[in-house]
């Protein structure tokens, strides 16, 4: 069974408009960390929000903000005003300790296209 | 801003010949990491390091690959006899604690192509 499941593999948003990326997730431990990373047609892969297990609010930073619901395990990413630089590959991540802690596991990603 | 460096940012190579692909964490960091994405595929594990010593490798990191921390700033990852199926983007990535709530952050990349 996959661990994290981005069923979008491609998605498009007009410029300024806000997109929702979906991501679900498949754990038994009750503590693990979410991540969402954005990876440019450049490659290099860059760090955009992370959501706590156990926290008690959405996870917001800048124009991108997590969309927790913890009992559904979906941790969607919202990127408001939609920008042409935000298109790129966006992949959501978990980190779980019963699966070996150090490790993150990631998604297929979603490439974004933003359209002017 | 703190970030995480690597080296080089391509690499062409011979199957069969050794690489090294170099890395630099962010300064005040402990627990180092190297992933790969092949072409089109997501990203993978390959192995954690801490404390001068591996804590947790994939079943990808096998004996063809090792780690190393040589001095206080670098750790390198060491292909050797590279093999086609090599060719993929490596990312090294540190975090300064271990923990399923800590923040990995990655380098650049680095893009390795086996001829």
């Known amino acids: 069974a996959q661990k994290i499941t981005q069923t979008q593999p491609g998605m498009f948003v007009q410029e300024k408009e806000a997109v929702t990326l979906d991501c679900t997730y498949d754990t038994s431990d009750p503590s693990y960390g979410l991540f969402w990373y954005k990876q440019p047609s450049s490659g290099e892969m860059i760090f955009l929000i992370y959501?706590?297990?156990?926290?008690?609010q959405n996870a917001t930073e800048g124009r991108y903000s997590l969309n927790f619901q913890k009992a559904r395990k979906s941790a969607n990413l919202v990127i408001s005003a939609s920008q042409l630089g935000d298109s790129a590959m966006y992949f959501c991540?978990?980190?779980?300790?019963?699966?070996?802690?150090?490790?993150?596991?990631f998604g297929t990603g979603t490439k974004l296209q933003v359209i002017p | 801003e703190p970030e995480v460096t690597q080296t080089p940012s391509h690499q062409v190579t011979q199957m069969g010949q050794e690489v090294i692909l170099r890395c630099v964490p962010i300064?005040?960091?402990?627990?180092f990491y190297w992933y790969r994405q092949i072409l089109g595929q997501k990203v993978e594990f390959l192995v954690s390091?801490?404390?001068?010593?591996?804590?947790?490798k994939s079943e990808i990191f096998d004996d063809q690959f090792s780690v190393e921390r040589p001095d206080g700033s670098n750790f390198t990852l060491k292909i050797r006899s590279t093999k086609l199926e090599d060719s993929a983007m490596y990312f090294c990535a540190s975090s300064e604690r271990a923990g399923s709530q800590e923040t990995q952050y990655f380098g650049p990349g680095t893009r390795l192509l086996v001829l």
């Open positions: 390091f801490y404390n001068n010593e591996i804590s947790e």
């Open positions: 991540a978990m980190r779980e300790p019963l699966q070996g802690y150090q490790k993150v596991t």
């Open positions: 959501q706590g297990s156990y926290d008690q």
């Open positions: 300064s005040n960091h402990l627990y």
